[in-house]
């Protein structure tokens, strides 16, 4: 395809592109649904048009000048995330493959979706062409970190380095209209499923008990067909393509069928190639963070297919998730749940996971007009501004104990958080352009 | 004071009988405000969302715990349990079946068997059998009172030869209970005068400095305050108060609901801690840091009747809240119904077990709640716990429920009759729900009262 054709072919699918996920598709098809479910009104205690300007004030006028600042590679492209968080003072000038995907997505998102300024896309670009460069030729996958001015400073990364450079290019592609860039995208993609498929595909799943966590050979693991769907979903939102519906068909089952622990009604991380549940630590091992983040990833695949069954389904797993991570004592959201059955819980706080909730019952806000969604989009939003952004800090804390008594100061997190505040900016204002109503994409 | 002021004081307490608990004085004084008498669900009362609760779910439950109680759970006590030949009562059996395992009776068991019959009797069923069962567990028991003021053995043969040394607090402090209940169902004053006595002096050695009791919460505190001591004298304490109104007793209400709301809560967590220094600061050793949530969850109820008695509504909103959070942080989000014990709160580490009695007094207060604020949150918890409990706990077949067993109810205890816990919220709950349905399902108006009047 030209390159002119396919800016046609986006053209068409991102009709009212300020919806982004699968909504570009939905505007047309959009009816505000009727009775008083319908009214959204305030959410999280705010009006819409409210809500809206606190997450255009966090994206504008603080996270993206502080960027610009502090992480953004002026000189070399690219991004550089080690940084004091107080200060803004680069600590590192390290550059890791997964930061370089995943800044080049939020990048590429912003200015599909928010703002078409130019110095964005050059941002994505020099990225793009800084990691490009160490593209290994067989299908590997990326040295996982790099000097400032390129040099490899690891040997082969993991599978997500792949991921996270095929998401920020299929961005890439449709910013910029260089089809090629979603075409490398896409095999990428599909380069790292094989080596996924494969029967002695290694992956450690340290997140359990460090080295201590047993070998799964060949490992199915949630968090890598949470990010191939998140993957997949968005190159659909603008590409059909059949080995991509494929995989985003793959995905959804290998999730809701198969991680999904019948016992407990909890997703499983880790299983057996065969996708039996491994004999050991792995069939009580529930990594509640991947579970809430995939399970917002199922809902926005469920709202691109407009597939009302999965989209349930979905968020009442969601729901489910959510439930079960809560701290009651302290607020907020547990990551992990090291053994179900003991109830084992490692009590660190992480703002990407309170975010994945905040977007979650976004979704759910929008589209059902939730009451459960509601109230804990006001408990969570209240909590997250409340503990994870500190007056005068140039970033939010990425993380912390499990009160944020002692937080983390040195990574600016550039991906789960900005991804937040535009995934639910573009939702409140579509909700706004709507007149305040439920899409009633789901009657 | 005499007999027949006694009797006098008794019934005029218990004019609308039915009430109990404390609830008399709420009952005879309700005034339904006119928001409140509405019959919008939903619709706003002060600061509580009233919701007028359903008459037919009231009457499904009433039959409910009516057929619990008389149908299932007394003539099993009837059949199994309660000792006709030498008074008191054999809890030391196989659920399944009824079968005996043991004869040996418990200090603790006798005093919370004559507070059931005696409840029973007096607000239920003015059945002479009952008041028989409490009377001859009373003879029983006071044949082995010590003389001394200290603690009555803790176990005893069916003929009543003492099997051990003296036990702890909770033998006295369930035998007040159950003579004070007992004395007004007999009308027999006397009985009244011990249970005080017997608080009185059991009061008297918790406050020693050089208290003992043995628990691992409390392992090397030397005279330890107790959450589970303040809950058990504080209900005794209403209990006795609703009767007749003695200034040590009320004192002694006075100090617990202290000791509960102000030095017992953490304020760094907002759950009650276990166990605390004679001086009721923290153990600084965080591994004693203990939130039993089933006793807080029971303590608070507790003291949200004792605010109803005192009809202080500012007592009752801040144990509500209380409660709630104690009952939210207690949920187990994975199988259902609640957990019982945060053995360290910092590091999240839970006790697992599932104990119906927790899941009870869960109903208990939040029925509370329910009928007093009618808010709709509340009556959902309800419902869904008294679904949870049913399901667990109560199993086709077996003579009693099951009093406790592993985090699903999978592996359980068979081995006792529980006979205090259980048909105390069948009792209570049967209670609260024939005075909702005399009130139409509307709130009592209790708290509607402070922004109205």
Redesign the interface.
């Known amino acids: 395809m030209k390159r002119k054709q396919f800016f046609a072919t986006i053209a068409a699918a991102s009709l009212g592109s300020v919806g982004g996920y699968g909504f570009g598709k939905l505007r047309a098809a959009d009816k505000p649904a009727t009775g008083g479910a319908a009214e959204i009104g305030l959410v999280g205690g705010l009006g819409l048009e409210e809500l809206r300007e606190t997450y255009r004030a966090d994206l504008f006028d603080n996270f993206l000048p502080n960027m610009d600042r502090s992480v953004i590679d002026h000189d070399y492209g690219g991004f550089m995330c080690s940084v004091d968080i107080r200060t803004g003072e680069t600590m590192s000038t390290d550059k890791r493959a997964w930061y370089e995907g995943r800044g080049m997505w939020t990048y590429g998102f912003l200015y599909n979706n928010l703002k078409q300024d130019p110095s964005y896309l050059e941002v994505i670009r020099n990225s793009k062409d800084f990691i490009l460069k160490h593209q290994p030729q067989d299908g590997e996958f990326w040295a996982g970190s790099f000097s400032r001015e390129g040099e490899a400073l690891s040997g082969p990364g993991d599978i997500y380095c792949n991921l996270f450079i095929a998401e920020g290019l299929a961005q890439y592609a449709i910013a910029s209209g260089e089809r090629d860039y979603l075409e490398r995208a896409k095999k990428i993609t599909l380069d790292s499923l094989a080596r996924y498929d494969s029967p002695d595909y290694d992956y450690h799943i340290s997140y359990l008990a460090g080295d201590a966590s047993p070998e799964i050979p060949g490992a199915r693991v949630l968090g890598h067909w949470m990010v191939f769907l998140i993957g997949a979903t968005q190159i659909l939102e603008h590409d059909s393509d059949p080995e991509i519906e494929r995989l985003a068909d793959r995905c959804v089952e290998a999730i809701m069928e198969h991680h999904l622990n019948p016992a407990y009604g909890l997703l499983n991380e880790g299983l057996n190639h065969d996708f039996t549940i491994p004999d050991n630590e792995f069939s009580q091992f529930a990594y509640m963070g991947h579970g809430i983040e995939t399970l917002w990833m199922v809902m926005y695949e469920a709202v691109r297919r407009q597939d009302r069954d999965l989209f349930r389904e979905s968020s009442d797993a969601f729901k489910r998730h959510v439930t079960v991570a809560q701290d009651a004592v302290y607020g907020g959201y547990f990551r992990s749940l090291d053994h179900v059955d003991d109830y084992t819980w490692k009590v660190d706080k992480v703002l990407w996971l309170q975010e994945e909730v905040l977007i979650g019952s976004m979704i759910l806000i929008e589209h059902m007009n939730d009451p459960w969604a509601r109230e804990r989009f006001a408990e969570t939003y209240s909590y997250v501004r409340k503990t994870f952004k500190r007056p005068g800090y140039k970033f939010w804390t990425s993380g912390g104990d499990r009160t944020l008594t002692e937080h983390n100061t040195g990574r600016a997190e550039h991906y789960h958080h900005p991804r937040h505040l535009m995934l639910n900016l573009t939702a409140v204002e579509r909700m706004i352009e709507r007149g305040g109503s439920v899409s009633g994409l789901f009657g | 004071m005499e007999r027949k002021q006694f009797l006098t004081a008794t019934a005029a307490a218990s004019a609308g009988a039915i009430a109990g608990f404390g609830l008399e004085r709420a009952e005879r004084g309700t005034v339904v405000s006119p928001q409140a008498a509405g019959d919008i669900p939903g619709e706003t009362i002060g600061e509580t969302n009233c919701e007028i609760i359903n008459k037919k779910v009231l009457e499904r439950y009433r039959k409910k715990y009516r057929d619990d109680l008389f149908r299932s759970f007394l003539p099993g006590m009837d059949s199994y349990v309660v000792d006709h030949t030498y008074g008191g009562f054999l809890c030391d059996l196989d659920i399944r079946t009824g079968k005996r395992n043991s004869t040996t009776k418990r200090a603790w068991y006798e005093g919370r068997g004559i507070w059931l019959y005696s409840f029973l009797y007096n607000n239920i069923e003015r059945d002479p059998h009952f008041l028989e069962i409490a009377g001859r567990s009373k003879e029983f028991i006071l044949k082995h009172r010590p003389a001394d003021g200290s603690f009555w053995a803790s176990s005893y043969s069916r003929e009543g030869e003492p099997l051990s040394g003296p036990g702890d607090i909770f033998g006295n402090l369930y035998i007040a209970e159950g003579l004070a209940e007992y004395a007004k169902a007999s009308g027999e004053d006397e009985y009244l005068e011990i249970a005080r006595q017997i608080t009185l002096d059991s009061m008297s050695s918790y406050d020693q400095p050089d208290y003992q009791y043995h628990s691992p919460s409390a392992s090397g505190i030397s005279g330890p305050r107790l959450l589970n001591h303040w809950m058990v004298f504080l209900f005794l304490a209403t209990r006795i108060l609703e009767q007749e109104k003695t200034h040590e007793i009320e004192q002694i209400a006075g100090r617990c609901v202290n000791a509960l709301m102000e030095d017992h809560m953490n304020p760094a ?3 009650l801690n276990d166990v605390l220094n004679h001086d009721m600061s923290l153990p600084g050793n965080s591994d004693l840091q203990t939130a039993s949530v089933g006793l807080g969850i029971q303590a608070l109820w507790m003291v949200m009747y004792e605010a109803v008695r005192r009809q202080d509504r500012t007592l009752f909103r801040r144990s509500a809240d209380a409660f709630r959070r104690h009952v ?2 207690a ?5 259902g119904g609640y ?1 019982r014990s ?1 053995s360290h ?6 006790t ?1 077990d599932k104990s119906l009695g927790v899941q009870e007094e869960v109903l208990i207060g939040i029925l509370l709640l329910v009928e007093h604020t009618g808010k709709r949150g509340d009556m959902k918890r309800f419902l869904k716990t008294d679904a949870y409990v049913r399901e667990t706990f109560r199993r086709p077949g077996y003579k009693f429920w099951i009093a406790g067993g592993d ?1 699903t109810v999978s592996r359980y205890r068979t081995s006792r009759a529980e006979h205090y816990h259980h048909p105390r919220h069948l009792m209570m709950n049967l209670l609260a729900v024939e005075r909702m349905i005399e009130r139409g399902g509307k709130p009592s108006g209790f708290l509607a009262e402070d922004t109205h009047g």
């Open positions: 967590y907002g759950l939210r942080v949920e187990d989000p994975v199988y957990l945060l709160v910092e590091k999240n580490k839970w697992l985090r």
